[in-house]
């Protein structure tokens, strides 16, 4: 059974779409921008020559991944990228730093870069690309898109992502996330680019014969076959390796730190940027991912938890907030009803949201 043969939220009987259809074209357009995106870290020394901007780079990657995701996805759904009709795609990105003026070079170095996958196109079409992805998030279904996560990984040449999600009345159902640097060596250094990639697709609501929906394959070859991953459960008493971020921002790491020191043995934690952190702890090489804000008044956007979280609910793990709750999409643009981020399998994640209430934290 292929990604998209079977996916209906257990005990729901509305009527689905036809995720076969949405799948093929989630998987062509994360592999396009992956493609893209990898291309244009390669060169990033020439492209800051040419426009003299050390956040060109990252600009010119962010713009030419969303716009390229948005025309795949409207080219092979019959949708167009602007009107009444317009593909529903909530992304991060607007056109209007690519509209001004003094930023014509980044135009044109984004163009070029989009151009290797859509040779037709013109700066009209690219901006409109772009805008597409100012989408309404007060929908039924909508996609939801970050065309880079994780900007400091891509800019040390470390772990980024490309996270798309389709949206399904407040759940993802659909998750497609190129990882152009990340190894399906579970041996490599994480630090370490791999030259293939990978790519994960997730599809809620497998059966018997795919029961847990989430397959990975090389992300440097468009005609792969998939491979279901079966991820292996966390046994008591196992050491536990947690995913954790390289620069914790937002994130408060000390109180972290302290309930996982309340876990048991714990080994060296695995250090990424990115929505990699839940395919990596989906596909079974970490046993956690646990994200506390530092402020009360911090809220996630939806773009940077909706594909990982679906690629980690359908790899075996519990994925909900820091108060077990589960992750509400159907809020807007932010998890509004959520505080924090818990990412384990379940013999773990309720220990670690029991340890985060002991702690007093991201309640």
């Known amino acids: 059974m292929r990604p998209g043969d079977a ?27 992956g493609r893209i995106c ?18 060109s780079p990252v600009t010119v990657a962010d713009f030419a991944s969303q716009a390229i995701v948005a025309y795949i996805l409207a080219e092979r759904l019959g949708m167009r990228l602007s009107g009444p009709d ?3 795609l909530v992304g991060e990105e607007t056109s209007a730093y690519l509209r001004n003026p003094q930023h014509g070079a980044q135009l044109a170095a984004t163009l070029a870069a989009v151009q290797e996958f859509w040779p037709e196109c013109d700066e009209q079409s690219l901006l409109d690309a772009v805008d597409c992805g100012a989408g309404d998030p007060d929908h039924a279904e909508f996609w939801t898109l970050d065309p880079i996560d994780g900007t400091k990984g891509f800019i040390r ?30 041996s490599r250094p994480p630090d370490e680019p791999d030259p ?16 847990f929906g989430l397959w990975e394959l090389p992300g440097d ?14 046994a008591d008493g196992d050491p536990i390796t947690v995913c954790a971020p390289l620069d914790p921002g937002h994130a ?45 008044d911090y809220v996630e956007r939806i773009w940077d938890h909706a594909a990982g979280a679906l690629i980690a609910m359908e790899g075996g793990c519990l994925v ?10 159907g809020q807007g643009r932010g998890l509004e009803k959520n505080r924090g981020i818990v990412v384990a399998p379940p013999r773990l994640h309720g220990r670690i949201v029991e340890e985060i209430r002991r702690e007093g934290v991201g309640g």
Do not use: W
Request: glycine share 6%.
């Open 38 to 55: 990898k291309m244009i870290q390669s060169s990033k020394n020439a492209l800051r020559e040419i426009v003299k901007d050390d956040d």
């Open 252 to 296: 408060d790491q000390e109180a972290t730190n302290r309930i996982i020191s309340r876990l048991g043995s714990v080994r060296e934690p695995i250090r990424m940027d990115s929505q990699c952190k839940y395919a990596v702890v989906g596909r079974g090489q970490a046993d956690a991912y646990i994200r506390l804000p530092r402020r009360r």
């Open 86 to 88: 317009a593909l529903r």
């Open 320 to 329: 909900s907030d820091a108060s077990g709750a589960p992750l509400d999409f």
């Open 157 to 186: 040449g470390g772990q980024y992502c490309v996270a798309l999600a389709y949206i399904y009345h407040g759940e993802p159902i659909i998750a497609a996330m190129a990882c152009p640097n990340l190894s399906r060596d579970f």
């Open 221 to 234: 070859d468009p005609k792969a076959e998939p491979l279901l991953i079966r991820r292996m459960e966390h």
């Open 196 to 211: 293939h990639g990978t790519i994960y697709l997730a599809v809620r609501g497998g059966d018997s014969t795919t029961p």
């Open 7 to 33: 996916a209906r939220p257990a005990g729901d009987n509305r009527d689905m779409p036809d995720t076969a259809e949405l799948v093929a074209a989630a998987r062509e357009a994360v592999y396009a921008a």
